[in-house]
């Protein structure tokens, strides 16, 4: 049974910093891409952030210049350093694990998601 489990969301106030953590109980973390999403009330999930196995990182231009994705495969965590937050990047944040086969769909693994709210 693969397991994500998200922390460190919480409320913040605008031009802050929070860090999301989100340790895999999957072997072969480092094969696996990793990435954040996040949904606002109302919004489709959308991408915050990716990170390969090689260490290619992606963005959204929304976050660009201002979140962080890294991964410690020696702890099988991901995270998302986030500064200078704005209250539009409030949402429950998910971790995912996407694994790529060879034949057949892909491995894909969500976490249950972390609230961050900005707000003043």
């Known amino acids: 049974q693969v397991q994500l489990v998200e922390s460190g969301g919480g409320l913040v106030q605008p031009g802050g910093s929070l860090r999301l953590s989100c340790p895999a109980s999957?072997?072969?973390?480092?094969?696996?891409?990793m990435g954040w999403y996040r949904q606002a009330p109302g919004k489709q999930r959308e991408l915050v952030a990716s990170i390969t196995s090689g260490g290619i990182t992606n963005y959204a231009d929304s976050v660009k210049g201002r979140f962080t994705i890294s991964r410690a495969n020696a702890k099988n965590t991901v995270y998302l350093q986030m500064n200078s937050l704005k209250p539009e990047d409030t949402a429950v944040y998910y971790c995912n694990a996407r694994r790529t086969r060879v034949a057949g769909p892909d491995y894909v693994y969500w976490g249950q998601g972390t609230q961050v709210t900005v707000s003043s």
């Open positions: 999957v072997s072969s973390f480092s094969i696996y891409t």
